[in-house]
């Protein structure tokens, strides 16, 4: 029937016919319909209602209510029409509110096609209007069929006809006349069906909510457009682009079906919120084509922040509409991504980094605001540890973002800034890992600012320590440190009553406060609490330019301190005490994070000389000695000049000086420590832990806490440090790869000596705050002094290894430091009854005294353990008892030379966790 409507009044209406499209529906039976050219601004529109129909009214907040099916008659055609492109005639026209000076905007009148078809047909054959009852409407030429349509749809129920149920007439809640509060609170965060039925500006919006008709004005989170105000006079104030962003919105949402996500009340008693089409937020939109800002105090609300902050970054690079003026500050050479190594932390807030060969370039954080030295030194100290500790000597990823000049100093000088996003470790932000712990702040910035591109991640993190009320949050001050600074002059003689405690710790955690020159240092040793000038042993430096320029370097001093520096400064290093001077500096050697002596590391690249002496007496005196002939004969640095007659008195002054070198010590004067044994490897090699140490218990706990069977599995590489799962009792441990064969991984545990071989699901990454930068492995590798024992594979290697686990095992002993090398130490046992067991090892045949010539540290104990041995070959006992052996034949009764440390090897019979 509406085909042949339409194809009957064709040529009538194909005179004056208009094309647009559908941006609104009034009503039942009016439409708004708009140009369909908007390359130019926002079309022209036209208010059209359809001739010879009339639809129920809808009420008004003014206390008229719906006329019975009004929302269901606008919802049909709403549904059919909007958005849709139509054809249109107009008939008439009248002012809404009569003639004259007050009349109201004109309203007109005609017949509307969608897709070639009357709407007016398909209302009316829906039932949700009816023919107007005028003369002049029954002389329109589709009035007879209009009146056939009429009639089915009245017999058959439909629409207007059917039986009025008590949804027929809504109960609109319009805004003011109920409690918003308790409706954000009731629907906070839920997605709720909606209509837009009005758009003041690009931001703000009318909507319905359904299905329980509450009115509410929405302001979209996270935006702001141009606004527009109205005048008393009924005319608009309008900044620029709001009425091209009003458009934007209306196009696309007027009378659509949305939904809309309450948030908050603002001041104002408005509704904050979302509002989501089905192709997405018409904030996000807004700020892609530069016809709104992003603003901080809503977007923490919005789920798409990022991206928003990111979409008007772009239409400020494009000067997109609002953006047209805008000049970016990221102007320069210079702001690029950069890819580089932290050599300084400056502050919480600010770093120092290299690229290469390139120079340093200072960066601060985007957006975070530490706390300041003079203001808060505990937390801004807390702020500068934890910086440190995730950031010095790494690769990190920098993207600079903008500029700032600050006034510096009293001059009123300024001086210019450069901020960026610093990611390390893949994916982590410098920014947001400080503000997590509660240890900065997010920067408050005008409108206009430049800021970071995650600034809204920034908030939302910084609102999540404020409720846990973390660092500088919880209203508490951190505790104070209380380091004891041996650095003072006046503290030189209390420095040289901490020696024998420095010695005892072996190789000890130390963090470099303060490079002096190549080979001097401040450094603190947290185990301690101390603060203590440090120097490599037996080495000498050239002295760099003084840093107040009053005074100049000698020749490769300042390229020195910078190797140094870049190796040293800021970073967690092993330290290893062997003296202390007059003047109250320790003395000894520093191990960089690759386990290199840094004195070596100076000496090969020919920025320091060996204070012969001193540098002989040192544990690594060989390997010092080879680094600088190393240097010499290549002429690097400060021997491009070498004198070999200068280097033949040196050595004879050295020799001199090795001729006078003390007798060694007496054992009441060597170090004692009680340990328990983890790991035997043979006779007279082992792992074990110091007694009394309680961090073995502590780490442990903090493993099982970490949930690591929940993590991703690992592929890592060889000497990699890992968390490991023990096949015996799966339980997890610090180990360290030793080697990958296929997939299956051969791993030490650095805290009990053993080994296993596991797969990569049986490994795991292992948290920083565990490496063994921060906690030393707590087994300690030992040897037997003086003592060459059978491969434990032979049945002589079984025999000695019980001898020494009944010796031993299972229960404290008494070990007597007689000679270190490396991390290795050669020690003597004594059991409960202060038996040697070194010596009763001998006696009994198990072992055999080394033949090398001893370190003279262990000539007198070599001495005595070859009393024993004789013996032992007199009384024909263990090996001697088919008469002497020499060492040609050693082999053959599967001994072997004392050497260094093997690679390890699985766990045996003696193992245990």
Same mark, same amino acid.
């Given at each position: 029937?509406?085909?042949?409507?339409?194809?009957?009044?064709r040529?009538?209406?194909?005179?004056?016919?208009?094309h647009?499209?559908?941006?609104g529906?009034q009503?039942?039976?009016?439409?708004?319909?708009?140009g369909?050219?908007?390359?130019?601004g926002?079309?022209?529109?036209?208010?059209?209602?359809?001739?010879?129909?009339?639809?129920?009214?809808l009420?008004n907040?003014?206390?008229?209510?719906d006329?019975?099916?009004?929302?269901a008659s606008?919802e049909?055609?709403?549904?059919?029409?909007i958005?849709?492109?139509v054809s249109?005639?107009?008939?008439?026209?009248?002012?809404?509110n009569?003639?004259?000076?007050?009349?109201g905007?004109?309203?007109?009148?005609?017949?509307v096609?969608?897709?070639g078809?009357?709407?007016?047909?398909?209302?009316?054959?829906?039932?949700?209007?009816?023919?107007?009852?005028?003369?002049?409407?029954?002389?329109?030429?589709?009035?007879?069929?209009?009146?056939?349509?009429a009639?089915?749809?009245?017999?058959?129920?439909r629409?207007?006809y059917?039986?009025?149920?008590?949804?027929a007439v809504?109960?609109v809640k319009?805004?003011?006349?109920?409690?918003?509060?308790?409706?954000?609170?009731?629907?906070?965060g839920v997605?709720q069906p909606?209509v837009?039925?009005?758009?003041?500006?690009?931001s703000?919006?009318?909507?319905i909510?359904?299905?329980?008709?509450?009115?509410?004005?929405?302001?979209?989170?996270?935006?702001?457009?141009?606004?527009i105000?109205?005048q008393p006079?009924?005319?608009?104030?309008a900044?620029?682009?709001?009425?091209?962003?009003?458009?934007?919105?209306?196009?696309?949402?007027?009378h659509?079906?949305?939904?809309?996500?309450?948030?908050k009340?603002?001041?104002?008693?408005?509704?904050v919120?979302?509002v989501?089409h089905?192709?997405?937020?018409m904030s996000?939109e807004?700020?892609k084509?530069?016809?709104?800002?992003?603003?901080?105090?809503s977007?923490?609300f919005?789920?798409?922040?990022?991206?928003?902050?990111?979409?008007?970054r772009?239409?400020k690079e494009?000067?997109?509409?609002?953006?047209?003026d805008?000049?970016p500050p990221n102007?320069?050479?210079?702001?690029g991504?950069?890819?580089?190594?932290?050599?300084?932390?400056?502050?919480?807030?600010?770093?120092?980094?290299?690229d290469g060969t390139?120079p340093e370039?200072?960066?601060s954080l985007?957006?975070?605001?530490?706390?300041?030295?003079?203001?808060?030194?505990?937390?801004a100290?807390?702020?500068?540890?934890?910086?440190?500790?995730?950031?010095?000597?790494?690769?990190?990823?920098?993207?600079?973002e903008?500029?700032?000049?600050?006034e510096?100093?009293?001059k009123?000088?300024?001086v210019?800034?450069?901020?960026?996003?610093?990611?390390?470790?893949?994916?982590?932000?410098?920014?947001?890992t400080?503000?997590?712990?509660?240890?900065?702040?997010?920067?408050?910035?005008?409108?206009?600012d430049e800021?970071?591109l995650h600034y809204?991640?920034l908030?939302e993190?910084e609102?999540?320590?404020i409720?846990g009320?973390?660092g500088?949050?919880?209203?508490a001050?951190?505790?104070?440190?209380?380091?004891?600074?041996?650095?003072?002059?006046?503290?030189r003689?209390?420095?040289?009553?901490f020696?024998?405690?420095?010695?005892?710790?072996?190789?000890?955690?130390?963090?470099?406060?303060?490079?002096v020159?190549?080979?001097?240092?401040?450094?603190?040793?947290?185990?301690?609490?101390l603060?203590i000038?440090?120097?490599?042993v037996?080495?000498?430096?050239p002295?760099?330019a003084?840093?107040?320029?009053?005074?100049?370097g000698?020749?490769?001093?300042?390229?020195a301190?910078?190797?140094t520096?870049?190796q040293c400064?800021?970073r967690?290093?092993?330290?290893?005490?062997?003296?202390v001077?007059?003047?109250?500096?320790?003395?000894?050697s520093?191990?960089?994070?690759d386990k290199?002596?840094?004195?070596?590391?100076?000496?090969?690249?020919?920025?320091a000389s060996?204070?012969?002496?001193?540098?002989?007496r040192?544990?690594?005196?060989?390997?010092?000695w080879?680094?600088?002939?190393?240097?010499?004969?290549?002429g690097?640095?400060i021997?491009?000049n070498?004198?070999e007659?200068q280097?033949?008195? %040196?050595?004879a002054? !050295?020799? &001199?000086? #090795? $001729?006078?070198?003390?007798a060694? *010590? /007496?054992?009441?004067?060597?170090?004692h420590?009680?340990?328990?044994?983890?790991?035997?490897?043979?006779?007279?090699h082992?792992?074990?832990h110091v007694?009394?140490?309680?961090?073995l218990?502590?780490?442990?706990?903090?493993l099982?806490?970490?949930?690591l069977a929940?993590g991703?599995?690992?592929?890592?590489?060889?000497?990699q440090i890992v968390?490991a799962?023990?096949?015996?009792d799966?339980?997890?441990?610090?180990?360290?790869?030793?080697?990958?064969?296929k997939d299956?991984?051969?791993?030490?545990f650095?805290?009990?000596?053993?080994?296993?071989?596991?797969?990569?699901?049986?490994?795991?990454?292992l948290?920083?705050?565990?490496?063994p930068?921060?906690?030393s492995?707590q087994?300690?590798?030992?040897?037997?002094?003086g003592?060459?024992?059978?491969?434990?594979?032979?049945?002589?290697?079984? %025999?000695?290894?019980m !001898?020494? &686990?009944? #010796? $031993?095992?299972?229960?404290?002993v *008494? /070990?007597?430091?007689?000679h270190?090398?490396g991390?290795?130490?050669f020690?003597s046992?004594?059991?409960?009854?202060?038996?040697?067991?070194?010596e009763?090892l001998?006696?009994t045949g198990?072992a055999r005294?080394?033949?090398e010539?001893?370190?003279?540290?262990?000539?007198?104990?070599?001495?005595?353990l070859r009393v024993k041995?004789?013996?032992a070959?007199?009384?024909?006992?263990?090996?001697?008892?088919?008469?002497?052996?020499?060492e040609?034949?050693?082999?053959?009764f599967?001994f072997?030379k004392a050497a260094?440390?093997?690679?390890?090897?699985?766990a045996?019979a003696?193992?245990?966790k």
């Amino acid at each position: 029937h509406v085909g042949r409507t339409r194809r009957a009044h064709r040529s009538s209406i194909m005179a004056n016919t208009y094309h647009g499209v559908v941006k609104g529906v009034q009503s039942g039976d009016t439409l708004l319909i708009m140009g369909a050219d908007a390359s130019k601004g926002p079309p022209p529109e036209k208010l059209l209602s359809l001739a010879g129909v009339v639809a129920p009214r809808l009420g008004n907040r003014n206390g008229t209510p719906d006329a019975p099916f009004a929302w269901a008659s606008r919802e049909f055609l709403r549904t059919a029409a909007i958005g849709r492109q139509v054809s249109f005639t107009i008939e008439s026209a009248s002012p809404q509110n009569g003639a004259g000076p007050g009349a109201g905007p004109v309203r007109e009148f005609g017949s509307v096609l969608l897709d070639g078809l009357s709407l007016s047909a398909l209302i009316i054959e829906a039932g949700w209007a009816k023919l107007k009852p005028g003369a002049n409407d029954q002389q329109r030429p589709e009035y007879e069929e209009l009146s056939r349509l009429a009639q089915l749809a009245q017999e058959q129920g439909r629409g207007l006809y059917g039986p009025e149920s008590a949804g027929a007439v809504r109960d609109v809640k319009w805004a003011g006349t109920f409690d918003a509060a308790e409706l954000v609170e009731r629907c906070k965060g839920v997605l709720q069906p909606a209509v837009v039925e009005q758009v003041p500006s690009g931001s703000i919006m009318r909507v319905i909510l359904l299905p329980g008709f509450e009115q509410v004005t929405v302001i979209c989170a996270g935006i702001q457009a141009p606004s527009i105000r109205r005048q008393p006079d009924g005319t608009e104030q309008a900044e620029p682009f709001s009425r091209e962003a009003r458009f934007f919105v209306e196009s696309r949402l007027l009378h659509r079906d949305v939904q809309v996500k309450l948030d908050k009340l603002d001041k104002n008693g408005a509704v904050v919120g979302t509002v989501i089409h089905p192709q997405g937020s018409m904030s996000l939109e807004l700020a892609k084509v530069g016809l709104a800002r992003v603003v901080d105090w809503s977007s923490m609300f919005c789920d798409n922040a990022p991206q928003m902050r990111a979409a008007e970054r772009a239409a400020k690079e494009k000067r997109l509409r609002i953006w047209k003026d805008y000049v970016p500050p990221n102007h320069g050479n210079d702001m690029g991504e950069v890819q580089a190594k932290v050599i300084e932390i400056v502050s919480g807030d600010t770093i120092v980094v290299v690229d290469g060969t390139g120079p340093e370039r200072r960066f601060s954080l985007s957006s975070v605001r530490a706390p300041k030295l003079k203001e808060q030194p505990e937390w801004a100290n807390e702020a500068k540890e934890l910086l440190r500790k995730n950031l010095i000597g790494k690769k990190v990823k920098i993207a600079p973002e903008y500029r700032r000049r600050f006034e510096q100093g009293d001059k009123g000088e300024t001086v210019e800034r450069l901020f960026g996003t610093v990611v390390y470790n893949g994916d982590k932000n410098a920014a947001q890992t400080l503000i997590a712990e509660g240890l900065a702040t997010v920067a408050r910035h005008n409108q206009s600012d430049e800021r970071s591109l995650h600034y809204d991640d920034l908030l939302e993190t910084e609102a999540a320590a404020i409720s846990g009320k973390k660092g500088i949050h919880s209203g508490a001050n951190p505790a104070r440190s209380n380091f004891i600074d041996l650095t003072d002059p006046k503290a030189r003689e209390r420095a040289k009553q901490f020696l024998s405690t420095l010695q005892r710790h072996g190789k000890a955690r130390a963090i470099v406060q303060y490079v002096v020159n190549g080979a001097r240092f401040k450094l603190m040793i947290p185990k301690d609490n101390l603060l203590i000038g440090f120097a490599c042993v037996g080495m000498r430096c050239p002295q760099c330019a003084r840093r107040d320029g009053t005074g100049d370097g000698e020749p490769y001093g300042d390229e020195a301190h910078a190797f140094t520096r870049s190796q040293c400064f800021q970073r967690e290093l092993e330290v290893e005490i062997e003296s202390v001077d007059k003047a109250g500096c320790f003395m000894g050697s520093l191990y960089l994070p690759d386990k290199r002596n840094l004195g070596v590391a100076l000496l090969e690249a020919g920025l320091a000389s060996r204070i012969p002496p001193a540098a002989d007496r040192s544990t690594y005196g060989e390997s010092l000695w080879k680094a600088e002939e190393l240097a010499k004969k290549e002429g690097r640095k400060i021997w491009e000049n070498y004198n070999e007659e200068q280097e033949i008195a %040196e050595k004879a002054a !050295a020799a &001199a000086a #090795a $001729a006078n070198e003390a007798a060694p *010590l /007496a054992d009441s004067q060597k170090q004692h420590v009680q340990i328990t044994l983890t790991e035997i490897l043979d006779g007279a090699h082992f792992y074990a832990h110091v007694t009394a140490d309680q961090k073995l218990s502590s780490l442990q706990q903090q493993l099982a806490s970490m949930h690591l069977a929940n993590g991703a599995p690992l592929e890592p590489r060889a000497g990699q440090i890992v968390a490991a799962k023990f096949t015996q009792d799966d339980d997890w441990y610090r180990a360290k790869v030793v080697k990958k064969e296929k997939d299956e991984y051969t791993v030490l545990f650095v805290d009990y000596g053993n080994t296993d071989v596991v797969g990569k699901d049986r490994l795991r990454a292992l948290d920083p705050t565990l490496g063994p930068g921060v906690i030393s492995p707590q087994a300690i590798e030992c040897r037997l002094a003086g003592l060459t024992v059978a491969e434990p594979n032979d049945d002589d290697g079984q %025999e000695v290894v019980m !001898a020494l &686990a009944t #010796a $031993a095992w299972g229960k404290p002993v *008494l /070990a007597r430091v007689e000679h270190r090398q490396g991390d290795v130490l050669f020690v003597s046992l004594f059991d409960g009854a202060q038996t040697n067991i070194n010596e009763q090892l001998v006696s009994t045949g198990l072992a055999r005294v080394q033949k090398e010539v001893p370190p003279k540290t262990l000539s007198l104990v070599v001495n005595e353990l070859r009393v024993k041995e004789g013996e032992a070959k007199a009384s024909r006992a263990g090996m001697w008892r088919y008469g002497d052996i020499d060492e040609d034949d050693a082999a053959e009764f599967g001994f072997r030379k004392a050497a260094p440390a093997p690679p390890p090897k699985p766990a045996g019979a003696w193992g245990k966790k």
